[in-house]
């Protein structure tokens, strides 16, 4: 499984590290609640609470360097519509990552 990393953070930032500290601050501030609501959504079984929970991840996905989690994020919300949970374990493990990541930044 890729690892999360700041290099995208890196490159917004331009060498600005209040910009690259207010970017992981944003993140480790956003991510446990939208964390915590999509597994609020998922217990109720509110398929289009979750689809939005998982696209509001996704940018976090995103931002952390995930290249390939983002398409599992993707598949997973495309599934949503579907009213399907295919790839939800797959998306729960890299929560589980990027969770583990950002308690060391």
Known sequence: MEKPNLEYINQLARGD???KNELIDVIKTEFPEEKKDY???????????IEENVHK??????????????EIANEFEHNLRELSLDKQKDFDKILTAISDYIDTI
């Open 39 to 49: 597994y609020n959504s998922l217990e109720k079984k509110e398929f289009k609470k």
């Open 57 to 70: 991840l996704k940018h976090k996905i995103s931002i952390l360097g995930l290249e390939k989690s983002y």
């Open 17 to 19: 590290d209040s910009i």
